[in-house]
């Protein structure tokens, strides 16, 4: 059974940095593609972030371009995916979780993910 656990989050001060952590486990994860979304309270999931099966393509919300960085690491029966957020906004406040999907490329669509972690909270003061 797939597991997804993200860390990292936590408090940080406007222009500031964190980065943060998904590792799956239970399974090979030689075709799955993986994704970051966030949900703000009182918003729906939004879509920051998604990395391909091989880690060459890449995707990211308009309003975290530049500032972010999606990147996967295939270690012997996990995978780690990273999350790299710098120049944090109090925009940013959310918790982040990461998604996966067995594609190739799950892209932009929460639909397309099967599997969720249980997410990591991100708080940037103003």
């Known amino acids: 059974q797939v597991q997804l656990v993200e860390s990292g989050g936590g408090l940080v001060q406007t222009g500031g940095s964190l980065r943060l952590s998904c590792a799956a486990s239970?399974?090979?994860?030689?075709?799955?593609?993986v994704g970051w979304f966030r949900q703000a309270p009182g918003k729906e999931h939004e879509f920051v972030a998604a990395?391909?099966?091989?880690?060459?393509?890449?995707?990211?919300v308009d309003s975290v371009k530049g500032r972010f960085t999606i990147s996967r690491n295939n270690a012997k029966n996990t995978l780690y995916v990273y999350l790299q957020m710098s120049s944090l906004e109090p925009e940013d406040t959310a918790v982040y979780f990461c998604?996966?999907?067995?594609?190739?490329?799950?892209?932009?669509?929460?639909?397309?993910?099967?599997?969720w972690g249980q997410g990591t909270q991100v708080t940037v003061s103003s």
């Open positions: 239970g399974h090979t994860f030689i075709n799955y593609s």
């Open positions: 990395i391909d099966w091989s880690g060459t393509v890449t995707s990211y």
């Open positions: 998604a996966g999907a067995f594609r190739g490329y799950a892209g932009n669509q929460y639909g397309n993910y099967e599997h």
